[in-house]
């Protein structure tokens, strides 16, 4: 149980597109969403938590209209990065809660997206 | 604010040997989570155990287990029986109760030799 995808896993992009990443929890309904970054050979940065229903609440420092986040449905989260450009390229992972479980508070990963952008 | 800190940047032991990954935090919350995720070279992050602050009892899984001290904001993780399997890197995460953010440590890279 508890199992999160993404999808695409790998995407290459021209600068000044628009990329479009998916998070879905398989197996459970999951209210909050949150979606990372993470630079290589460093820890995550939580970017942003979704929330169901209602809009995200972005970290300090990330840009609202560059990342937007829509969590239309208890299973679906999406991050588009609009206007990529190449310092946008990075390693993109969502998690979701199981807020159903005992163990609610555990977040659980999907595998992550490389976004390359040339 | 929250911070945790892992001090072993890199550790390397030779399979079936025991390690200990260290990890400390600093909070003023008096209920809170603490996590060890693994994340191997495919990067996908894989929850290894989790530890509630209110209950004392070290959490255990399998060959991982914890040494939590809650006066010492300390929580380090012992994997038994090392398997090579076990390289990657180790994460370290906070979680208050109250907004379920993950503070997260910067990670020790754990390499297990054959």
């Known amino acids: 149980g508890a199992v999160v995808s993404q999808h695409p896993s790998w995407v290459i992009c021209k600068s000044g597109t628009s990329v479009k990443i998916e998070c879905r929890s398989l197996?459970?309904?999951?209210?909050?969403m949150f979606w990372y970054r993470q630079f290589p050979k460093q820890s995550l940065m939580l970017m942003a938590t979704?929330?169901?229903?209602?809009?995200?609440?972005?970290e300090q420092g990330v840009e609202k209209d560059k990342f937007l986040i829509n969590h239309a449905s208890l299973t679906l989260s999406t991050l588009t990065v609009t206007s990529a450009h190449p310092e946008d390229s990075s390693f993109y992972i969502c998690s979701a809660r199981d807020q159903t479980s005992d163990t609610a508070e555990t977040q659980y990963f999907g595998p992550g997206t490389r976004l390359l952008v040339l | 604010a929250q911070t945790v800190t892992q001090s072993q940047p890199e550790m390397s032991v030779q399979e079936a040997e025991t390690v200990t990954l260290s990890c400390t935090y600093d909070?003023?919350?008096?209920?809170?989570?603490l996590f060890w995720y693994k994340q191997p070279p495919s990067r996908q992050m894989i929850l290894v155990i989790r530890q509630e602050a209110y209950k004392q009892q070290n959490a255990t899984e399998n060959r991982f287990s914890v040494n939590f001290q809650k006066a010492a904001k300390s929580f380090s993780l012992k994997i038994s029986d090392s398997q090579l399997g076990d390289t990657a890197m180790y994460f370290c995460a906070f979680m208050r109760d109250s907004n379920y953010q993950l503070i997260w440590g910067a990670g020790t890279k754990l390499i297990i030799k054959p």
């Open positions: 197996d459970f309904q999951a209210t909050t």
């Open positions: 909070t003023s919350e008096s209920n809170y989570y």
């Open positions: 979704s929330n169901e229903g209602s809009k995200a609440t972005y």
